[in-house]
């Protein structure tokens, strides 16, 4: 058995060597040509298989940088002659270049130059091979495209975890340039909470497992913290690990609402369940204790069982409330909530809503001041306009003292109707002005002042208001400051038919 041959270090080749070596090269695919220390070709073992290929004879005597694949290509043919040049002095060459086909097409191969150094260390020959690369090359650029062009972080690591290339998009999202990265530990970036997952998952991935939809926090440049979901796949004979990386912090806010809003919806519905389960044990108590032999006692006990039943209808409302708003916001978000509109009096609607607050709330008082007009036609969705003011005017008796008025006002012009309602409450600052009108917004600390108690609310109830008034082609508001109390209002246009 002879000792293998390497093509690519400087060999020397005995005569049975060179047999054995014949043998195996005929049977390699590609261009494979002898030279001369010259550059000129004097066999030529193999010709491009894959593409047309120029003929052995019209190869063999020719300067291979003048066979035709360079034809029209000064700069190639050059760095061919340069190349050759240095084999010439005993030198291992690997390189690529464009050429051209025998029909004109551009190509892109790569090529080694080996000399053949006879037993007193002379170039005799020069053995030059070479492959077309194009498809790989064309590859290589749509890949290169893909990595510029992504929306999300593409990285590349070694097996420590340090960078190695990061595409335009980790700068975008993070704020740091390759330069800023390259070499560095990709752990540094990690949120201090979630190292000890990220260095097992590296573990897991040096071990050759690959990674679906892990998700960390990243320390930006200007030291902010952001959700990243990632995904990443070992390469161990090149000891790389490629990740591909996407922002998720839309997504985890979101969460982080529903979460909330499923413990504060939660609270919220069992506050007045609790109400009426306190209601319904007193009545059955009071009941129990009723005994015809104390007829007087009847009237006192039927009278208690009067403010329960109240009490219980209250808490029922509440929990109608809670649960009508959760079914809107939910139909407004899927941009179906949808109004009836008919020709009505508003005043009717306006007197309709005062008259149901005042029996829920019977101690509290509401100012009214209405124009002279006694009809003022609107065309709306009477149910819908009700639960607007109702709301407004829930708000105004729930965060403003029950021993102040709430004050309903309501103004028209020729082509207008304004209803507002002015409370004496805390009031809002202008950000909370804007806020308020915002799903599942409540101003943090604000507490129930008036009213009969029970339910806060999930802060769906604005929300909600301004759809409808804009379904209404209305428009809603507030005026308001800190201290001075707040007035809501809402117009809508006259029915002018
Ligand atoms: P909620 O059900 O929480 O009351 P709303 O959407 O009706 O939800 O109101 C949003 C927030 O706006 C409330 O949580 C409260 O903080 C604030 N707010 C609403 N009305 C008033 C008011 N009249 N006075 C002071 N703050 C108010």
Not at 144 to 160: A, C, G, K, N, P
Not at 199 to 218: D, F, M, V
Request: with cysteine.
């Amino acid at each position: 058995m002879f000792p293998r041959p390497k093509l690519q270090k400087q060999v020397v080749i005995t005569q049975t060597q060179e047999d054995y070596l014949h043998t195996i090269l005929r049977h390699v695919r590609g261009y494979l040509v002898v030279l001369d220390v010259e550059g000129v070709i004097i066999d030529v073992i193999e010709t491009w298989l894959p593409i047309t290929a120029i003929p052995k004879e019209k190869q063999i005597g020719v300067p291979l940088w003048q066979v035709g694949w360079w034809d029209g290509l000064p700069r190639e043919q050059e760095q061919i002659k340069g190349e050759i040049a240095r084999a010439a002095k005993g030198h291992s060459i690997r390189g690529s270049t464009r050429y051209h086909t025998v029909e004109g097409e551009e190509r892109c191969n790569s090529y080694i130059f080996n000399p053949i150094i006879d037993e007193q260390g002379m170039v005799t020959q020069i053995v030059h091979q070479a492959f077309d690369i194009t498809e790989h090359k064309r590859k290589e650029e749509e890949l290169r495209h893909i990595f510029e062009m992504s929306l999300d972080i593409i990285s590349v690591i070694d097996m420590e975890g340090r960078y190695i290339q990061v595409n335009p998009a980790f700068e975008k999202l993070l704020g740091y340039k390759p330069e800023d990265v390259i070499g560095r530990d990709s752990l540094d970036y990690v949120h201090p909470d979630d190292i000890k997952i990220k260095r097992t998952e590296i573990k897991r991935l040096r071990c050759g497992e690959a990674i679906h939809a892990a998700e960390n926090r990243y320390r930006t440049k200007d030291g902010t913290y952001r959700w990243i979901a990632w995904s990443a796949r070992p390469n161990l004979d090149e000891g790389v690990i490629y990740i591909v990386a996407r922002n998720i912090d839309e997504q985890k806010a979101q969460e982080q609402l529903r979460d909330t809003f499923l413990s504060m919806a939660s609270h919220e519905l069992r506050t007045p369940l609790t109400g009426i389960s306190t209601s319904l044990q007193m009545m059955r108590k009071r009941l129990k204790l009723l005994t015809p032999e104390e007829p007087e006692k009847l009237i006192e006990t039927t009278d208690r069982l009067q403010k329960n039943l109240e009490r219980a209808e209250q808490q029922v409302t509440a929990e109608c409330r809670i649960i009508n708003d959760i079914v809107d916001a939910n139909r407004i978000a899927r941009g179906q909530l949808a109004i009836n509109p008919l020709p009505l009096d508003l005043i009717c609607i306006v007197r309709q809503v005062i008259g149901d607050a005042q029996i829920t709330n019977p101690e509290r008082c509401f100012e009214l001041t209405f124009p002279a007009e006694p009809y003022i036609p609107v065309i709306v969705d009477a149910m819908r306009i009700s639960q607007v003011l109702d709301n407004i005017l829930a708000n105004a008796i729930k965060y403003s003292p029950d021993d102040q008025p709430v004050k309903i006002n309501v103004e028209v012009n020729a082509k207008h109707v304004k209803v507002a309602v002015h409370d004496e409450g805390p009031g809002l600052t202008p950000e909370e002005q804007k806020r308020i009108w915002e799903r599942f917004y409540q101003v943090p600390g604000r507490r129930i002042q008036g009213g009969p108690g029970g339910s806060m609310g999930l802060g769906l109830g604005l929300y909600i208001c301004q759809t409808i008034i804009s379904l209404h082609s209305g428009e809603i508001g507030v005026k308001s400051e800190p201290g001075q109390g707040s007035t809501f209002y809402f117009i809508l246009p006259l029915n002018q038919m």
